[in-house]
Every structure is written in C-alpha cells, then in structure tokens.
C-alpha cells in the first residue's frame, strides 16, 4: 500500500495517462510533459500505465522500471493499485478523461477537507475537437461529488479553447530542415529506405485499417511519376495484406517492394523527433488519431486525416468540423477536392477515395501553399502548453 | 444518484453543499465515443448561475424534492402557469424552464411534473418524449428517405429541431426533451 502526503503539496505536476490506442494519448501526454519540462521548468511527474506502447517512441524507455527520468520529465509506472508513493503536487492533470487512481483521488479529498490546504489544481485534459460546443465547454468547472472542483481543458482552434499542443521552436527547425533537401535523403537513408531520388514523390501512411488505403495502393502502381510509400508495421499495413505473398506480421523495417511505380518501404518506428522529421520530410502524409493528426499540420505538407472511428459515424462530424476550418479560405477547387479525399479514406469508400486523388494531384500546388500557411493561422498566438500554464496561474 | 448523462432539465443536484436546479443539459461527444454533459445551473439558495461539464458516467447527487403532476394552463409574462388535478395554480419564471420553454405550446396536454422547494415552484421536466407539429421546413431537396440527411424545422411553439429529410409541414414529430432530438415521424 503506498504511502500519502496530506499535508505538503509540492510545485511538480502530475500527469496521468491511459494508453489506450498506442502512441495517440501517451503521444499527447508525452509532448505536453517535455514541453512543460523544458519551456516552463516546471517538474512533471508522467504516469503511465503501459510502458512497454510509451517505449516504441521512446526507444530508450526501459518498460520494466518503476521511475525514470527523460527530457527532465520523471516516468512512473502507473500501477493499479498505485504502488509508488504519491505526493500531492501543484497541477493534477487527467489525459482524457483517465480515472485518476483511488490513492489520488483520496489525496485531492483530504486536503480539501483540510481548512489550510493547497488543492492541487485538477485538470481533465480532453481530446482535441474542431467542433463548436467545444468553445463552450472549455476551462468550466466539474464539481466531485467530494466538493472538489476539477476543471474541463479543451485543446482547440481559436482564442476560446485551451490552444494546440506545438513546441515554441518547432516551426522554426521544421523551416531550416525543409530548407537543405539534403536533410531528407539523410533521414530516409538513416531510416533504411533505398532507392528513393530526391524527386519521387514520398508518402508516410500512419492510418487505422481501411480499404481506401487498398484503393490508393493500386492507384500509385500506375502513377506516372514514381511513388514511395512509408508504412511501419501496424494498422495500416494489416490493411494491405492482399499484396504479399507473406504474412504482413512477417515483414521486417528496411524491407521494399515493388508494384509498378509504387515503392512500398517498411518503416522503423521512430521516436517523436523521428516522427516530425519524417513529416517535414515527405511530400505527403496520411495520419490518424490525435497526435501524429496534429503533427501532420505542423509538417506544413498536404495529408489526409484518418479519425479514431465512433459509434453512428460521430466522427464524420468531427471530421466535417476540421474540414471547415481548415478550408475557410480555401478556394472551392482545392476544398473539394481535400474534403472529399478526407471523406472517401474515411468512410473505406474505394471508388470515391481513388477519384478525389486523381482531383488532389490537379490542386496539389495550391494545397501545399495553403498547408504552408496553416500552421500560424491554426496556432492562433498561444499554443496548448502556455495557455495552460496562464490557466493554471489565472486560477 | 444519477449520472451526468441521465440529469434533465428540471432536476435539482447538491454540489458542493447547495441545491442547484438544472436549467439546460448540452450533452457532446467526445473522442473515443464519450459523452460530455454541460449544465446550466441555478442556486436555489442564492439564485446565482453557472455552468459546469461533467463526464456522462459521473455521479451527481440528485435530491428528491416534492414534486406534483401538473398541466401547463397559461403564460403571464414572465410566468408559465401550471396546474394540478385540483385547480391550484403555480407559477414557474420562465428563466427556470430552461430548454423546456420551446416546447411549451398552448393547450398542450402533456403531464408534466414541477417540482418544489421551500414550498416554491422552481422547476418543469416535460416528459421525455413529446410530440410536436411541424409548422415550418423546406421541402426535400434529394427525396432521401434513409433518415441519415437532416434538416431544420420549427416546430408549434417557435422551437426548432433538426429532422430528418423527409419531415413536411404538418408532420406530427416525436421530440425526446432531454437532447432536443428528432426521434421520428408519428
């Protein structure tokens, strides 16, 4: 049984994630803890509760330790029931809507019982949303049923919600790396994948299983310039079984194979530094979930979202939202034909998906401008990490 | 107790001590198919506002107070009359109906319930699924008939409900009260 600080509460925050899908929340969480580490100074205590997923992109990571510290940021392995002693600190924060252990949350209660004593401030971090309610529901409290106020933080696309989640440097090295072309072929060359000229056309694929992804495979094989495909084992690649003559478990990082003019490379997982990188440096890229979802848009490069599927197809509407941002000032060619590729890969349509393609490649110029200019626009003056801390100090 | 989810407009929780009744309930989905339940709240005690979010499964301690059947009767700016089976008459602000407001019509016959404290009546939960008549809509622009393709239409009373496609002027409607939905053409 773990031991308790009532009393004390000290300066850290705790951040507690679930994994549930990988790399998307111990992604987010990841990000958050090392930027609050590094920009702000403050000490973060990450808790999670799968190390062996948090290790694939944190390769250095040992999953069988119970504390370790990265990037200044101090890892526990989050057991159930906790068995690390726990110290109240300055900042909880749930990722996405996590239930914070019985250990803490007995913790939180004590010391608000106690006339004298510092809460800690008690965040549940949400997941990333275009929709309008969220505007609404941004940074209101939740009274517990113990008297305890825990507060909503929406991450969002404008002034009224709790901002994106970008490093302050991070527009400025991905600029200096997409500067020198040299600095791809160095990374894919690095990454093991041969063959590829500084001219071909490089597509990253980092999606859930669909059929549209089976259609757009076919489609490259006869495309007139030559086409690499980057796909690390996983998901996406369950989805494209039907073009090996071996099981897709089987495949190994470094492996290629060719189909016309497509180029399918198997990819090493890499770190969330790899994983930016490998965005800035492609000309495409085909992502999912939350985190790699947001990176895409930092990369500045075009790219297709692939979202975490929901019951009734809710996700089309979250999907319908993003698409209206982001094509606000876009013109109708361009938005169409970018919605309607979204769409198609999202629904499995494969008719569809190979269609609105052929229309992407005929606005491709425009689009890349448009995801050039995305990122300021999207970032709004204040990203996730310094809203947060103002958040926090406002309270 | 009830969860986030199952809080309506009309019910009165405890939070923090003090007696709150539930003015409006917004409930969004989140990622990974969870569901955000905003309120809208008043302080019985103090008659201040607020507005909190909750989790759909959080607890919410939900207080039983006396309530009553009761009929709506007429409107008296800025009061809506209700009235029981014996002709007592109570008046409700309008401000306390919340969403319910767009669903009261006159002559309407729907058994709703108020609810009281300290002897005043503070609250009306309609029942969960009322039926409407629809005044206004455009026709159907695709003659979709899959209930998927949605539309907007005002319904009797001046509220307005997003419908499927199908839906025509002088459709009777069912309306479920807790999320202000369609659920179909009666």
Redesign the interface.
């Known amino acids: 049984m773990t031991t308790t600080h009532l009393t004390q509460v000290a300066k850290h925050w705790d951040i507690f994630c679930t994994v549930v899908d990988n790399y998307g929340d111990i992604g987010v969480t990841w990000r958050l803890a090392k930027q609050l580490a590094a920009e702000y100074h403050i000490a973060v205590n990450l808790w999670v509760d799968d190390l062996n997923s948090f290790s694939h992109i944190l390769p250095s990571l040992n999953p069988v330790l119970q504390q370790q510290i990265f990037n200044g940021v101090n890892i526990f392995q989050w057991n159930n029931p906790l068995d690390i002693d726990y110290q109240a600190g300055e900042v909880i924060i749930e990722a996405f809507a996590c239930e914070l252990p019985k250990q803490v949350k007995y913790v939180i209660e004590q010391l608000h019982q106690q006339p004298q004593s510092l809460v800690p401030y008690w965040l549940n971090l949400e997941y990333l949303s275009a929709e309008d309610w969220v505007d609404g529901c941004h940074g209101l409290p939740s009274t517990q049923p113990s008297g305890v106020k825990k507060w909503f933080y929406f991450p969002g696309f404008n002034q009224k919600t709790g901002g994106l989640i970008c490093e302050q440097n991070l527009f400025n090295e991905r600029e200096q790396w997409q500067a020198n072309p040299k600095n791809k072929m160095g990374l894919f060359n690095q990454l093991g994948l041969s063959g590829i000229n500084i001219d071909d056309s490089v597509i990253s694929v980092f999606s859930y299983e669909t059929p549209a992804l089976t259609a757009l495979m076919a489609q490259w094989q006869t495309s007139p310039k030559p086409i690499h495909a980057l796909i690390p084992k996983g998901r996406s690649l369950s989805s494209l079984a039907s073009f090996f003559t071996c099981d897709v478990s089987d495949l190994m990082p470094g492996q290629q194979f060719i189909f016309g003019n497509l180029t399918l490379h198997i990819l090493p997982m890499t770190d969330q530094t790899g994983f930016d990188r490998l965005l800035w440096s492609c000309d495409f890229n085909i992502v999912r979930g939350e985190d790699s979802f947001l990176r895409a848009q930092w990369a500045a490069k075009p790219f297709i979202w692939h979202i975490y599927p929901q019951e009734d197809d809710y996700h089309l509407v979250k999907l319908e939202a993003f698409m209206k941002i982001y094509c606000d000032n876009l013109a109708a060619e361009i938005s169409t034909a970018w919605c309607e590729v979204n769409l198609a890969f999202n629904q499995g349509d494969q008719h569809a998906v190979v269609n609105y393609w052929s229309q992407l490649n005929s606005v491709i110029l425009p689009l890349q401008q448009h995801a050039i200019n995305w990122p300021n626009n999207a970032l709004n003056d204040a990203d996730l990490a310094s809203r947060l801390v103002q958040f926090v100090k406002n309270s | 107790m009830k969860t986030a989810h199952e809080i309506r407009p009309g019910n009165v929780i405890m939070?923090?001590?003090s007696p709150w009744v539930v003015q409006k309930t917004?409930t969004?989905?989140?990622?990974?198919?969870?569901a955000?339940v905003?309120l809208k709240l008043k302080n019985l005690l103090l008659d201040s506002g607020?507005?909190?979010?909750?989790?759909g499964e959080?607890?919410?301690?939900d207080i039983v107070l006396e309530r009553l059947d009761c009929t709506y009767s007429y409107f008296a700016d800025p009061m809506y009359v209700f009235m029981d089976e014996e002709y007592n008459q109570y008046d409700v602000e309008a401000d306390n109906l919340g969403d319910a407001a767009a669903y009261i019509v006159d002559g309407m016959e729907d058994q709703c319930q108020v609810t009281f404290y300290n002897e005043k009546a503070i609250s009306v939960e309609l029942p969960v699924h009322i039926v409407r008549e629809v005044i206004y809509t455009e026709p159907s622009a695709r003659g979709d008939t899959s209930g998927k393709v949605m539309k907007p239409a005002t319904i009797t009373g001046g509220g307005t409900v997003t419908v499927a496609d199908f839906v025509k002027v002088g459709d009777k409607i069912e309306i479920d009260t807790r999320t202000g939905e369609f659920k179909k053409r009666v």
């Open positions: 939070l923090d001590g917004e969004t989905r989140s990622g990974r198919n969870a955000i905003k607020t507005e909190q979010t909750f989790k959080d607890k919410l301690d």
